[in-house]
């Protein structure tokens, strides 16, 4: 019995210790790409120190070992906390409609590689009526399911082929203009997986341009470095994380190159407890109106896909200071792993910024 409760109490003790400490390395993740995709696993990591800090409470007695434990994971809770409370409660401010000016609403929303129940999603789009959509993961057979329904109703379009994150889409009620400053690879290879970008030129009824910039980014960590024999161990390291920061580097580059005010919109597989995420609104004067807006993973696969809460902020809906957003929020399920973000907007004046 003895030994069963020394066991418990050093697996305790050691998950408390090593989640925060990962905690901490989020913390310090303006330090390094690495560091800062362990924001991606705040959720966990908050739930891992308090439960454990609970744990410590339970099963150890008084002590110099106690107090420790006890001090790791307030240090870890106070990490984590001072990354993911403000983005959770803040928010930035909204407008009120100006009389006269027009208003459009936009859907963005990662349909999900292995949803094929289309007709549930133009129910969907029908139901809530946007006027400009963004979809990714928008591949083959979610293209012959959906575009036949929805086309009628958005009769302008273009879409992106290629590999998992080049398979985005626009769809509108009202004509644009892709710009060069697309980017659509329709042969990528495994190792070349690119970000697709679909920057479209739309003009309101008073005759004011803006722009909707759609996209996918990858993930903030490749694994594959690892495996490769003919690089040392820091350029593995480094290899980890270039894609992903190329990616930033690149649509940072697309944006600031646009004249005049603009969303962006997409999956960009980056939380918004992300630094890299913050750092690039900064860097191309974004407000990030979707920030603490949970979408993913509403499906998880148990034997099975299984639906379960969404935890993850990812997806994302930003716009330049001459947009005025009046609303932001979620949407419900749609049989997709993602959830849609939903956004009413209307554009400056020229005159009024």
């Given at each position: 019995m003895g030994v069963l409760v020394f066991m418990v109490r050093a697996g305790v003790g050691l998950g408390l210790?090593?989640?925060?400490?990962?905690?901490?390395?989020?913390?310090?993740?303006?330090?390094?790409?690495?560091?800062?995709?362990?924001?991606?696993?705040?959720?966990?990591?908050?739930?891992?120190?308090?439960?454990?800090?609970?744990l410590v409470l339970v099963l150890f007695?008084?002590?110099?070992?106690?107090?420790?434990?006890?001090?790791?994971?307030?240090?870890?809770?106070?990490?984590?906390?001072?990354?993911?409370?403000?983005?959770?409660?803040?928010?930035?401010p909204l407008s009120t409609p100006v009389e006269g000016r027009q208003v459009f609403t936009i859907m963005t929303h990662n349909l999900f590689g292995m949803n094929y129940d289309m007709a549930r999603m133009a129910d969907v789009i029908a139901r809530k009526d946007p006027d400009i959509i963004a979809l990714q993961e928008?591949?083959?057979?979610?293209?012959?399911?959906?575009?036949?329904?929805?086309?009628?109703?958005?009769?302008?379009?273009?879409?992106?082929?290629?590999?998992?994150?080049?398979?985005?889409?626009?769809?509108?009620?009202?004509?644009?203009?892709?710009?060069?400053?697309?980017?659509c690879a329709s042969n990528a290879s495994l190792d070349n997986n690119p970000a697709a970008r679909l920057v479209a030129r739309f003009t309101d009824r008073d005759g004011t341009p803006f722009h909707v910039v759609a996209t996918h980014?990858?993930?903030?960590?490749?694994?594959?470095p690892l495996r490769n024999n003919q690089l040392g161990w820091s350029e593995k390291i480094a290899a980890m994380t270039a894609r992903k920061q190329g990616e930033w580097a690149d649509l940072a580059t697309a944006m600031q190159s646009l004249d005049g005010p603009a969303v962006l919109v997409g999956d960009f597989n980056s939380t918004s407890w992300s630094y890299s995420l913050r750092n690039f609104a900064r860097r191309v004067g974004l407000?990030?109106?979707?920030?603490?807006?949970?979408?993913?993973p509403k499906l998880f696969y148990i034997m099975?896909?299984?639906?379960?809460?969404?935890?993850?902020?990812?997806?994302?809906?930003?716009?330049?200071?001459?947009?005025?957003?009046?609303?932001?929020?979620?949407g419900n399920t749609t049989g997709s792993d993602h959830l849609p973000i939903y956004g009413r907007f209307s554009v400056a004046p020229v005159d009024q910024p």
């Open positions: 210790v090593g989640a925060s400490l990962a905690a901490i390395g989020a913390l310090l993740g303006f330090m390094h790409p690495l560091l800062d995709a362990l924001n991606h696993l705040q959720p966990f990591l908050l739930a891992g120190t308090l439960a454990g800090s609970g007695r008084r002590g110099r070992a106690k107090r420790l434990l006890l001090g790791a994971g307030l240090a870890g809770l106070t990490a984590s906390g001072i990354i993911v409370l403000p983005e959770q409660f803040s928010a930035p928008y591949a083959n057979m979610q293209r012959a399911g959906l575009h036949p329904r929805i086309v009628g109703r958005y009769p302008y379009f273009v879409r992106c082929a290629g590999r998992k994150h080049s398979y985005i889409a626009l769809y509108a009620k009202m004509p644009f203009r892709l710009e060069d400053s697309s980017q980014l990858n993930w903030p960590v490749q694994i594959r407000t990030r109106y979707s920030r603490g807006l949970l979408t993913y099975g896909w299984r639906e379960t809460p969404a935890i993850l902020p990812i997806d994302h809906l930003m716009a330049s200071k001459d947009i005025r957003m009046h609303a932001v929020w979620r």
